[in-house]
């Protein structure tokens, strides 16, 4: 019988960002193969308080650790603290956001513990776990055992339902930093300048408008309107992120943000194998696309061949019509 | 400055449609895909050669450049195109990628770089096969050394590199001080993205991504010294511990309808996806 840990991930704010309870999730998933019970590590400056938000959840515990060395997130401060409480665990899990994705391989690598990265799924073996993995820029899925005695994985956000409350209350206890190795002495945050926008978060929002290299420097005037009438979120193609038309933190694709909304707008973009990775598990998609024969329209459920700079903004009329309609 | 490049080769991402997955999904069929090396390692050399010259035409070389590939006897293709773009020395650990996962490439890059002592080991953020971006945070952790993933941007100091990275919601810079592990992202090859302290003020690159070799470059680069060690010789009899049991094909998706115009699919999307 084995444990599973779950590391929460923290807003600059110190609140639980939502990707923790993906990982939340993948721990329960996991569960019945280990057969014990899951817990939470919670780190930073304010790291009780969050705990607070997290003990509804059915953990068996919420493990602070507070400490004001911790305010910025960097990975060598970060993993040693996590490797010495996932001692005590089977599973160590977090969302493959670049948090997880950075601070992951770095605690497996000190635990000498196998990982499987960004998995999609997670099933029961027996008393193995199995991780369900896209590979081949989703050209596959492998699914993948760890013969370690303690494994860690990350799960894709876009993949796992976050996890509602539970009920109960889980214990909070504080657990102290461990001193960092001779790594942490040489690196040092310098800043992080975040985007700033009113918009959802891409790996959350139900509608992801996303456009391409053909919206030029008109990108934002064109795609604006139509995110605000539909309350969504703006992604964009590299291409269009490469030319500085969007922030490369908007970038949807195999090698950007995995997103999976209810509905996606492909607009000028062409559907290179690479975007498609990232955003195929859209319920419904749409692509705006002037050239008929773009790869996009293969798997888009409404395709409309037409210029963009048009058929946008009388896209936003039409709904914004629609939308008045349904009152 | 003496960087440590790691490349592998990939199936060409473009001939992914050929990726096939036989019934019994053991095994990814590799036959008839092209092999290039892993696009971000490409990017790793890009950037690991401007930080060794001076911008100058014709450029000098100021520092080493060490291409290492774990892989069959074919890789080789790749680490003399490595040297032929301007690699000093290529290392290539023989073995195949069924015998590879993660742990071990770590742990065979960690014994390499305990061996040459590079300032800077650059890398991939991630291979565009296996996905698994997992490399380079793991070696830096087993050499005790900083690290910053998925840099974007690079600017020399002294004695290390202030490293723009592409993180969830912005952009997060760090300063590292060799020896350390940098894995980079697709913006590391703008044209202005590093600023080696070798290049004069505003020096921008002519072009877009990487580099090409020239012809003679090509001819020279079968002269580069490229040596081969056997994987046991670094990590002893260590196993692999991540046992692909099955692979499959992705759902696929089908194309669904072209609409004449806006009115028809706002149509569609509130009465048939009922989406709006
Ligand atoms: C290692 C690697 C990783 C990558 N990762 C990603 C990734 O994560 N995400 C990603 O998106 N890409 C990624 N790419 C890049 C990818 O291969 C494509 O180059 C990119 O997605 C193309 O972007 P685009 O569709 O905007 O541009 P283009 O391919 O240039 O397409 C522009 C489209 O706009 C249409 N168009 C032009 N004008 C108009 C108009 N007026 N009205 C309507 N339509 C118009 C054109 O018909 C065309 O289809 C990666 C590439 C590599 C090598
Ligand atoms: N077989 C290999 N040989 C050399 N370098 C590798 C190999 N596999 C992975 N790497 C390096 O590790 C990086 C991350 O790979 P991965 O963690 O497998 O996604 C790659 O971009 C390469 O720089």
New binding site residues.
């Given amino acids: 019988m084995a444990d599973i840990l779950v590391v929460a991930e923290l807003t600059a704010e110190g609140k639980v960002r939502k990707t923790t309870h993906s990982a939340i999730t993948m721990a329960k998933l996991a569960q019945p193969a280990l057969g014990g019970s899951f817990s939470i590590l919670v780190l930073g400056p304010s790291a009780k308080a969050a705990a607070a938000e997290l003990t509804g959840f059915g953990a068996a515990k919420v493990l602070a650790c507070e400490d004001q060395s911790l305010a910025n997130y960097v990975a060598e401060h970060y993993a040693p603290t996590v490797a010495a409480v996932g001692k005590a665990f089977g599973l160590v899990v977090a969302c493959a956001s670049s948090f997880g994705k950075d601070l992951m ?1 770095r605690v497996a690598a000190k635990l000498d513990a196998a990982y499987a ?1 960004d998995c999609s799924g997670v099933s029961v073996n027996g008393t193995k776990v199995v991780f369900k993995r896209p590979m081949f820029a989703g050209n596959a899925f492998g699914h993948v055992e760890l013969g370690t005695a303690i494994q860690v994985a990350t799960a894709r956000q876009s993949e796992f339902e976050p996890a509602a409350p539970s009920g109960g209350s889980s214990p909070i206890e504080a657990v102290a930093k461990v001193a960092p190795g001779a790594a942490a002495s040489r690196v040092e945050f310098v800043s992080l300048e975040a985007v700033k926008s009113a918009r959802p978060d891409l790996g959350e929002a139900g509608v992801v408008v996303a456009g391409g290299r053909a919206l030029k420097e008109k990108f934002f005037d064109v795609l604006n309107p139509l995110a605000d009438t539909l309350s969504a979120a703006i992604g964009a193609s590299r291409a269009a992120c490469d030319a500085g038309y969007a922030p490369g933190d908007l970038q949807v694709g195999q090698t950007g943000k995995i997103v999976a909304p209810g509905l996606y707008f492909a607009i000028g973009i062409s559907g290179a194998i690479q975007h498609i990775a990232g955003m195929k598990g859209s319920k419904t998609i749409v692509a705006i696309n002037k050239d008929a024969e773009a790869p996009i329209f293969q798997l888009s459920d409404y395709g409309l061949v037409a210029d963009l700079f048009q058929a946008v903004p009388a896209l936003v009329e039409d709904l914004k019509k629609h939308k008045a309609q349904k009152g | 400055m003496k960087i440590l ?5 990939v199936a060409d991402p473009a001939n992914h449609n050929k990726v096939k997955i036989p019934a019994t999904g053991e095994k990814i069929d590799t036959a008839g895909l092209e092999w290039q090396i ?1 696009p ?2 490409l990017y ?1 050399l890009e950037t690991a050669l401007r930080l060794t010259e001076d911008g100058k035409a014709p450029k000098t070389r100021l520092g080493e450049v060490v291409a ?4 069959p006897a074919e ?1 080789e293709t790749n680490l003399r195109s490595a040297l032929a773009t301007g690699a000093d020395r290529a290392i290539r ?1 023989d ?1 195949t ?1 069924d015998a ?1 996962d ?1 742990r071990l ?2 742990a ?2 960690q014994k390499l770089v305990e061996e040459e002592k590079p300032d800077l080991v ?7 096969d ?10 830096a952790e087993l050499l005790d050394w900083p690290m910053a993933t998925f840099a974007a941007t690079i600017k020399e100091e002294a004695g290390g590199l202030l490293v723009g990275r592409e993180v969830d919601g912005g952009v997060c810079t760090l300063r590292v001080k060799f020896p350390a592990v940098v ?1 980079v992202d697709l913006r590391i090859v703008s044209p202005d993205s590093v600023r080696s302290s070798k290049t004069a003020e505003g020096f921008k690159y002519p072009y877009e991504e990487v580099r090409f070799a020239p012809l003679p470059a090509i001819m020279q680069a079968k002269k580069k010294p490229l040596a081969v060690k056997k994987l046991a010789d670094l990590v002893g009899g260590a196993t692999l511990s991540s046992k692909y049991v099955k692979f499959e094909a992705p759902p696929a998706r089908k194309a669904g309808v072209k609409v004449k115009d806006v009115a028809e699919l706002v149509q569609k999307l509130a009465t048939e996806a009922k989406a709006i």
Wanted: aromatic share 4%; no cysteine.
């Fill in positions: 391989p990265g | 490049v790691a490349l592998k080769r892993n971000f390692d790793a290492v590939t774990l892989g890789t650990v073995t990628d590879l993660g490439v770590a065979a890059l650059l890398m991939g953020k991630q291979v565009v296996g996905e698994n971006n997992y490399v380079g945070q793991a070696l894995t």
